[in-house]
T-cell receptor, first 114, second 109 residues
Framework: TAGITQAPTSQILAAGRSMTLRCTQDMRHNAMYWYRQDLGLGLRLIHYSNTAGTTGKGEVPDGYSVSRANTDDFPLTLASAVPSQTSVYFC?????????????FGPGTRLTVL | GQNIDQPTEMTATEGAIVQINCTYQTSGFNGLFWYQQHAGEAPTFLSYNVLDGLEEKGRFSSFLSRSKGYSYLLLKELQMKDSASYLCAVLDSNYQLIWGAGTKLIIKP
């Protein structure tokens, strides 16, 4: 079972360029999340989706957009990258019908914006 | 605002016991999680507490006091592979996870 996958593993991006980070899960989880993780800070929620067709803003949504066309995929798009978006990005999913809503994480994408 | 505090770094000796504390102030409470994260890897689930008391799972135990806004993760018989960051997270009233910055645990032989 693959679980949750992310692509690419890492990327160097010129400022001003756009990029889409891909996330796919095969666990049929209804909820999916995008976080960024920066040194010295906790995981910060960018966007989330409680079910296919719906999305919501997290703590740090500016400069990012998401879509949830189906249950499995939850891409994150940076329309015009800036150096402050240099970070490690984690996608996660959960079954909100479970008794404690445990989140499962993908391996992460390390993004550097120059 | 919402806040989760845990020590930045701790050091312990192989074979010993270590307790990692977490205090929280959040809008609502629907459970507290501990995750382990090895360097360069994704966080993985360790434990979940929603009621007061101690939950034991092998060498790891997690404790919760909701009245004090306090939890700890207890690791026994430490092994070198336990060197990692330990993340405390609280599920708030909107069922969103609020994360602490993590505690980096260094195990020395």
């Amino acid at each position: 079972t693959a679980g949750i996958t992310q692509a690419p593993t890492s990327q160097i991006l010129a400022a001003g360029r756009s990029m889409t980070l891909r996330c796919t899960q095969d666990m049929r989880h209804n909820a999916m999340y995008w976080y960024r993780q920066d040194l010295g800070l906790g995981l910060r929620l960018i966007h989330y989706s409680n079910t296919a067709g719906t999305t919501g803003k997290g703590e740090v949504p500016d400069g990012y957009s998401v879509s949830r066309a189906n249950t499995d995929d939850f891409p994150l798009t940076l329309a015009s990258a800036v150096p402050s978006q240099t970070s490690v990005y984690f996608c996660a999913s959960s079954d909100s019908g479970s008794n404690h809503n445990e989140q499962f994480f993908g391996p992460g994408t390390r993004l550097t914006v120059l | 605002g919402q806040n989760i505090d845990q020590p930045t770094e701790m050091t312990a000796t192989e074979g010993a016991i270590v307790q990692i504390n977490c205090t929280y102030q959040t809008s609502g409470f629907n459970g507290l999680f501990w995750y382990q994260q090895h360097a360069g890897e994704a966080p993985t689930f360790l434990s979940y507490n929603v009621l007061d008391g101690l939950e034991e799972k092998g060498r790891f135990s997690s404790f919760l006091s909701r009245s004090k806004g306090y939890s700890y993760l207890l690791l026994k018989e430490l092994q070198m592979k336990d060197s990692a960051s330990y993340l405390c997270a609280v599920l708030d009233s909107n069922y969103q996870l609020i994360w602490g910055a993590g505690t980096k645990l260094i195990i020395k032989p």
